[in-house]
């Protein structure tokens, strides 16, 4: 059936960190955070990637947790 598919672009592909590449996709702008020449797994680099300070999040939810902690009734 003709009607039925989504029309396919050569979508280009922009990284943050500048790096620009041509995909076949059915959107025609795609942007994303990392790609293989920033990664850490690829780059060799280690690094935090976070966009949004999850580790931070976490380390307050994990001293909230604590104060929090019952001791068990031996």
Do not use: M, W
């Amino acid at each position: 059936k003709q009607t039925i598919h989504p029309q396919y672009f050569d979508a280009q592909v922009t990284c943050a960190c500048g790096n620009k590449f041509t995909v076949g996709s059915t959107a025609e702008v795609i942007r994303v955070e990392l790609c293989s020449n920033c990664h850490p797994f690829y780059t060799g680099e280690q690094r935090f990637v976070d966009s949004a300070s999850r580790i931070q999040k976490f380390q307050k939810k994990q001293e909230v947790a604590k104060l929090h902690v019952t001791k068990k009734k031996e």
